[in-house]
């Protein structure tokens, strides 16, 4: 079945850059996007068609795909990007109609 | 403000029925596809259900079929979810979302809870 495999967590100090990878078999034929979940706030969409950005999400936030691979790039880390970061595809059945595990990003 | 606010969840035991309602403001629900999308307790987002715009196609997780249902009503701005033989592992935090580019999920709800416990 398809499964799309984050790193359970990453940790990054303030001002540095974090990258978050979601691998899977069939990704490089699927448009990913990515989403930030903070404890009590609905989740966000922050990369979407692979690399766009919705209207207030900064341009810290950039997306890539490469081969089996895509990666949510954060530049300059702050405090407030702490939260958990998922990926998502949708596909043309249920089966590939799914997210990633999830990454939880720590600001040291 | 555009937004959607979700409604009905709560404590329910194994085998028993709930609903969930989601309320949008500040847009047109009938121009866009929505879904359902859920988060266990510790556990990562999980797809449940999906309902395009002018409610004539549906699809549901595997998990899920057979037992919930999706629906709308666009005259009055509303999703549901009718959730029938509920399991305990159908406990969550479900959420509404709005399907816009590329069938990302543009704009979500802060969720309601149910949980399924004897």
């Known amino acids: 079945s398809f499964v799309l495999t984050q790193p359970p967590s990453v940790s990054v100090a303030p001002g540095e850059t974090a990258r978050i990878t979601c691998g899977g078999s069939h990704i490089a034929s699927e448009i990913v996007h990515w989403y930030q979940l903070t404890p009590g706030q609905a989740p966000l969409l922050v990369s979407y068609f692979d690399n766009d950005r919705p209207s207030g999400i900064p341009e810290r936030f950039s997306a890539s795909q490469s081969g089996n691979t895509a990666t949510l790039t954060i530049t300059r880390v702050e405090a407030g990007d702490e939260a958990d970061y998922y990926c998502q595809v949708w596909g043309g059945s249920s089966d590939h109609r799914l997210f990633g595990g999830g990454t939880k990003l720590t600001v040291l | 403000q555009v937004q959607l606010v979700e409604s009905g969840g709560g404590v329910v035991q194994p085998g028993r029925s709930l609903r969930l309602s989601c309320a949008a403001s500040?847009?047109?629900?009938?121009?866009?596809?929505m879904s359902w999308v859920r988060q266990a307790p510790g556990k990562g987002l999980e797809w449940v259900a999906f309902?395009?715009?002018?409610?004539?196609?549906?699809d549901y997780a595997d998990s899920v079929k057979g037992r919930f249902t999706i629906s709308r009503d666009n005259s009055r701005n509303t999703l549901s979810l009718q959730m029938d033989g509920l399991r305990v592992e159908d406990t969550a935090l479900y959420y509404c979302a709005r399907q816009g580019g590329g069938d990302s999920f543009d704009l979500w709800g802060k969720g309601a809870l149910v949980t399924v416990s004897s």
């Open positions: 500040g847009f047109t629900v009938g121009l866009y596809d």
């Open positions: 309902v395009s715009a002018t409610g004539r196609n549906k």
